[in-house]
Protein backbone atom coordinates (compact mmCIF):
# COMPACT_ATOMS: atom_id res chain seq x y z
CA UNK A 1 0.00 0.00 0.00
CA UNK A 2 1.06 3.28 -1.08
CA UNK A 3 2.31 5.76 1.84
CA UNK A 4 0.51 9.33 1.80
CA UNK A 5 2.36 12.70 2.25
CA UNK A 6 4.40 13.32 5.60
CA UNK A 7 2.59 16.66 7.86
CA UNK A 8 6.02 18.36 6.71
CA UNK A 9 5.16 17.67 2.97
CA UNK A 10 1.63 18.85 2.95
CA UNK A 11 2.74 21.95 4.53
CA UNK A 12 5.80 22.18 2.18
CA UNK A 13 2.90 21.96 -0.75
CA UNK A 14 0.81 24.12 0.85
CA UNK A 15 3.02 26.94 1.41
CA UNK A 16 4.71 26.32 -2.19
CA UNK A 17 1.02 27.15 -3.58
CA UNK A 18 -0.21 29.52 -1.46
CA UNK A 19 2.63 31.58 -1.38
CA UNK A 20 2.55 31.82 2.44
CA UNK A 21 5.74 30.57 4.78
CA UNK A 22 5.97 27.49 6.11
CA UNK A 23 5.66 28.44 9.60
CA UNK A 24 2.50 30.13 8.58
CA UNK A 25 1.00 27.11 6.86
CA UNK A 26 1.93 24.93 10.10
CA UNK A 27 -0.20 27.39 12.27
CA UNK A 28 -2.91 27.51 10.14
CA UNK A 29 -2.99 24.04 10.09
CA UNK A 30 -3.01 23.18 13.86
CA UNK A 31 -5.74 26.21 14.06
CA UNK A 32 -7.78 24.62 11.80
CA UNK A 33 -7.52 21.45 13.74
CA UNK A 34 -8.48 22.67 16.77
CA UNK A 35 -11.25 23.98 15.80
CA UNK A 36 -12.09 20.98 14.14
CA UNK A 37 -11.71 18.73 17.53
CA UNK A 38 -13.53 21.99 19.75
CA UNK A 39 -16.79 21.90 17.10
CA UNK A 40 -16.92 18.04 17.17
CA UNK A 41 -16.49 18.12 21.03
CA UNK A 42 -19.08 20.82 21.56
CA UNK A 43 -21.85 20.73 19.21
CA UNK A 44 -21.34 17.08 17.20
CA UNK A 45 -19.71 18.16 13.95
CA UNK A 46 -17.52 19.74 12.11
CA UNK A 47 -18.01 19.75 8.41
CA UNK A 48 -15.31 21.25 5.69
CA UNK A 49 -17.08 22.08 2.42
CA UNK A 50 -15.99 19.78 -0.44
CA UNK A 51 -14.06 17.54 1.79
CA UNK A 52 -16.13 15.95 4.55
CA UNK A 53 -17.73 15.83 8.13
CA UNK A 54 -16.47 14.63 11.49
CA UNK A 55 -19.18 13.13 13.81
CA UNK A 56 -19.42 12.30 17.25
CA UNK A 57 -21.44 9.16 17.73
CA UNK A 58 -22.43 7.26 21.13
CA UNK A 59 -22.00 3.75 20.92
CA UNK A 60 -24.33 1.41 22.74
CA UNK A 61 -23.13 -1.08 25.02
CA UNK A 62 -22.57 -4.52 23.25
CA UNK A 63 -21.54 -7.86 23.72
CA UNK A 64 -18.37 -9.06 22.38
CA UNK A 65 -16.40 -12.54 22.10
CA UNK A 66 -12.61 -12.38 23.39
CA UNK A 67 -10.78 -14.11 20.41
CA UNK A 68 -8.09 -15.97 22.04
CA UNK A 69 -10.76 -17.86 24.62
CA UNK A 70 -13.91 -17.60 23.03
CA UNK A 71 -15.08 -15.88 26.47
CA UNK A 72 -18.02 -13.25 26.10
CA UNK A 73 -17.67 -10.00 27.32
CA UNK A 74 -19.15 -6.90 27.88
CA UNK A 75 -18.40 -4.01 25.42
CA UNK A 76 -18.87 -0.54 27.75
CA UNK A 77 -20.87 2.47 25.37
CA UNK A 78 -18.25 5.32 24.60
CA UNK A 79 -18.36 7.84 22.40
CA UNK A 80 -16.11 8.10 18.98
CA UNK A 81 -15.91 10.21 16.12
CA UNK A 82 -16.15 9.36 12.44
CA UNK A 83 -15.55 10.99 9.37
CA UNK A 84 -18.06 11.09 6.38
CA UNK A 85 -16.40 11.92 2.92
CA UNK A 86 -18.49 14.47 1.25
CA UNK A 87 -19.58 13.74 -2.20
CA UNK A 88 -17.75 15.85 -3.86
CA UNK A 89 -14.31 14.45 -2.96
CA UNK A 90 -15.79 10.77 -4.28
CA UNK A 91 -16.83 12.23 -7.34
CA UNK A 92 -13.23 13.95 -7.49
CA UNK A 93 -11.18 11.17 -6.95
CA UNK A 94 -13.21 8.20 -8.08
Not at 64 to 81: D, L, W
Request: glycine share 10%; proline share 2%.
Amino acid sequence: MAKGMSKSQVIGALADKTGMSKKDVAGFVETLVNLAYDEVKKSGEFTVHGLGKLIKKNRLARMGRNPATGESIKIPAKTVVKFRVAKAAKDAIL
